[in-house]
């Protein structure tokens, strides 16, 4: 019964390749995010998708895009890794978007770029 | 200019002891939200307690209380009781009106603080 789920938990890969990262959520929410922890475990908004449709997209490399296929679903696919993108990647959803109501997060993806 | 501040990079309690993680803020939005959520070594992050800007009194969950000074843009975290489970990095997070003063209307983190319950 996980509300927000991501897979894979870990991925090790070399610089250069693609890869992707999977989210579903269902708890019937609108709104749905990837969030980056670096190694310093601040925590950083990348995208955020509200009813599949992108709302915000801060200061990211082009490298990576989102991808939402329905309102439970949220991926994040990112080209050419660099060796700066090893980090815990983070998907979580929120009930709606215009209000401040609480997120609720999945595990983590660990990435480790060699 | 960071819009939350956590002045203690770490803290260390006594179990079943009360700790007090700190939290300033920095807006000039008069309609925010403000969060605690929790990271253990597993890396999950659990929200903990929430607290609206309008909100006449201050929050509760359990063992979880938040201290709003809103006076003083602070939101405090309080546990009390500490349990040795309780250790773990402590996130303090604002969410400002969507379109206020060109907010997105996305989750501002703290650096964290991270608290060790000694036994």
């Known amino acids: 019964d996980t509300a927000v789920s991501q897979t894979p938990k870990y991925l090790v890969t070399q610089m250069g390749n693609d890869k992707s990262i999977k989210c579903e959520q269902n708890?019937?929410?609108?709104?749905m995010y990837w969030y980056k922890q670096d190694s310093k475990k601040f925590l950083k908004i990348m995208f955020s998708y509200n009813n599949k449709e992108l709302i915000i997209n801060e200061t990211v490399p082009n490298r990576f895009s989102p991808k939402s296929p329905d309102k439970a679903h949220l991926n994040l696919h990112i080209n050419s890794l660099e060796l700066g993108d090893s980090a815990v990647y983070f998907c979580?959803?929120?009930?709606?978007?215009?209000?401040?109501?609480?997120?609720?997060f999945g595990p983590g993806t660990r990435l480790t770029v060699t | 200019a960071q819009k939350i501040t956590q002045t203690q990079p770490g803290m260390f309690v006594q179990e079943k002891e009360a700790v007090t993680l700190d939290c300033t803020y920095d807006t000039s939005d008069p309609s925010y939200g403000l969060f605690w959520y929790k990271q253990p070594s597993s890396g999950e992050m659990i929200f903990l307690i929430y607290?609206?800007?309008?909100?006449?009194q201050n929050a509760t969950e359990g063992r979880y209380s938040l201290n709003f000074q809103k006076a003083r843009k602070s939101a405090n975290l309080v546990i009390s009781a500490s349990q040795l489970g309780d250790s773990a990095m402590y996130f303090c997070?604002?969410?400002?009106?969507?379109?206020?003063?060109?907010?997105?209307?996305?989750?501002?983190f703290g650096k964290g603080t991270k608290l060790s319950v000694k036994p």
């Open positions: 708890l019937g929410h609108d709104t």
């Open positions: 607290q609206g800007s309008y909100d006449q």
């Open positions: 997070a604002m969410r400002e009106e969507l379109n206020y003063g060109g907010s997105q209307g996305n989750l501002i």
């Open positions: 979580a959803s929120s009930q709606v978007w215009d209000h401040a109501y609480e997120q609720y």
